[in-house]
């Protein structure tokens, strides 16, 4: 095989425009953004960045529904040596306003569907934001699509390895949102590991399938391995059961990603009885639970290879995968094995590798690991030993045969539907309503969602507190999607002699019976 041409993210466009330009790049809602285009307008971006002032290593945010726009921004702002950091749009605005202000953009790019978000929340950011709206119109906001075509020619030099390209961010135990770095030497150990990495190796014949948002490792890993491939992406900005079904059937879909929950809610859409996968040759999954029998199921519906991914946006999303071949028998239980160049392992608290069938805390070591986090030295040093290994938070053990299994979160971290919920943080607010004296927070089982938030609430003295009403207090305060599904009342909420909720003890009588934990 020759070599290939593409080493950074920032080589995807031009290589390809110059090879094969009129080959769809990106395909959304009727409209298709070639690989030519993908080149031109992200060198306009480039140009546009630097006459704003942008400089290498600054940030620009972005905030809204994925477009061809989004590939468009980042590949402008990744040629400008600078760094995009995409906000999840779920968030709250508080939550919002806080991640904006961390991350130092001075350049917000804005979506018709959070222009109001958007004002309210650069209201609460102590600098002057210049804000664009991408794909409409707004006082206050300046058109993306002129600026983009008035823009200057670029100075573009080639990134450093060190340089960081992509910075997304994650939630903390405390519940401030921490910006992960991820940079061009990372992703370029990531782009090489493509082609060996089943899920990731596809062909520029290849059509592919973006579902997951474009703020989530997922989302954008499955769209650079598509675009350094030369594949055609189709895009879907929301998860649209029905619509997915017609997708994949009309456009001769060939892979995707897809949390558990998306393959679960397929699964149970009428249509899909009648839906024709006969093009699909991979399903991905990961970033959430999935039960054997959903796992079964889809695999005999789909009829394709099936690939399970496990990591996290502080490995660029690498870490171990199960192949198709490897669903089977007990393996159904695995995340796999680790990637080529990737080390993996299990350690005790001291960061001593632990032998096969001893549980402990999954670490990972490796070129694709994150540069820390932004403006968190402490958190970087918590996370990443000094010898390299990257703590998961995850515990779990290997076999005799390379093979990890995740048996629980030495993190109390809750996976639901895909997004990350930290207790902590929705204890924070439902404390505080009326009626509760005390509460903590657990993941319990969901068929649908892999795990679902629960309240386990202490009444104050002689109150009888309703659960919608704590529920409803809750999404005042935080984001939907963090909010409990349901709510427990309890007398007194187990501890240790320290005073920490075992919630260990709050979560055993919900996972009983359960052959696999977490995902």
């Not at 061809?68 to 990744?78: D, L, N, Q, S």
């Not at 990637?339 to 670490?363: C, K, M, S």
Request: charged share 20%.
């Amino acid at each position: 095989m020759s070599e290939d041409p593409i080493k950074l993210l920032t080589d995807i466009p031009s290589v390809h425009a110059a090879a094969r330009g009129d080959h769809v790049a990106v395909e959304f809602e009727g409209r298709r953004l070639t690989y030519a285009e993908l080149d031109r307008r992200s060198d306009q971006v480039a140009g546009f960045l630097q006459q704003a002032g942008v400089r290498p290593g600054d940030r620009v945010a972005w905030l809204g529904r994925a477009s061809e726009a989004w590939y468009e921004v980042f590949f402008g702002t990744a040629k400008a040596r600078a760094c995009f950091a995409p906000i999840n749009s779920r968030l709250a605005p508080p939550e919002i306003a806080f991640i904006l202000g961390d991350s130092g953009a001075d350049l917000f790019f804005v979506s018709p569907e959070f222009f109001a978000c958007a004002e309210a929340v650069v209201a609460q950011v102590d600098r002057p934001i210049r804000l664009i709206g991408v794909g409409g119109e707004r006082d206050g906001f300046e058109p993306y699509a002129a600026l983009r075509e008035a823009a200057p020619a670029p100075e573009l030099t080639r990134p450093s390895p060190s340089d960081d390209v992509l910075q997304l961010y994650t939630s903390g135990t405390t519940g401030l949102p921490k910006g992960v770095r991820l940079t061009h030497g990372a992703y370029a150990a990531f782009l090489e590991l493509r082609h060996q990495v089943p899920g990731f190796a596809y062909a520029a014949e290849d059509t592919v399938l973006i579902l997951m948002p474009l703020f989530h490792v997922a989302g954008t890993n499955i769209s650079f391995s598509g675009l350094a491939a030369g594949a055609r992406l189709v895009l879907m900005a929301e998860f649209d059961p029905a619509a997915v079904l017609r997708v994949i059937a009309a456009e001769g879909v060939n892979h995707a990603f897809m949390a558990p929950v998306m393959i679960n809610v397929l699964l149970q859409t009428p249509q899909i009885a009648d839906t024709d996968f006969s093009s699909m040759k991979t399903v991905c999954y990961g970033a959430s639970p999935i039960s054997e029998a959903v796992l079964k199921a889809a695999t005999e519906r789909f009829g394709c290879g099936f690939i399970q991914f496990y990591g996290m946006t502080e490995t660029c999303g690498a870490g171990t995968t199960l192949a198709p071949e490897e669903h089977r028998g007990e393996l159904f239980r695995s995340c796999g094995r680790a990637w080529p160049t990737l080390e993996v392992r299990v350690a005790d608290e001291a960061g001593n590798a632990l032998p096969a069938g001893q549980i402990g805390e999954i670490e990972i070591r490796g070129p694709i690991l994150m540069a820390g986090y932004w403006n968190r030295p402490e958190a970087t040093a918590e996370t990443i030993r000094p010898d390299g290994w990257l703590r998961t938070g995850d515990a779990g053990y290997m076999d005799e045969g390379g093979f990890f299994f995740v048996h629980d979160r030495v993190k109390d971290m809750i996976v639901t539907g895909g997004e990350n919920v930290y207790p902590a943080e929705v204890e924070n607010a439902i404390l505080g309503c009326p009626g509760v004296a005390d509460a903590a927070v657990i993941g319990v089982p969901d068929e649908r969602w892999g795990e679902a938030v629960k309240a386990v609430v202490v009444p104050s003295p002689g109150q009888e507190p309703d659960p919608a009403a704590i529920i409803a207090w809750v999404r005042q305060r935080i984001a939907g999607f963090k909010a409990p599904k349901s709510v427990d009342f309890i007398e007194a909420l187990p501890r240790n002699p320290s005073g920490k909720v075992l919630r260990r003890e709050l979560r055993k009588p919900y996972w009983e019976g359960r052959d696999r934990n977490v995902g």
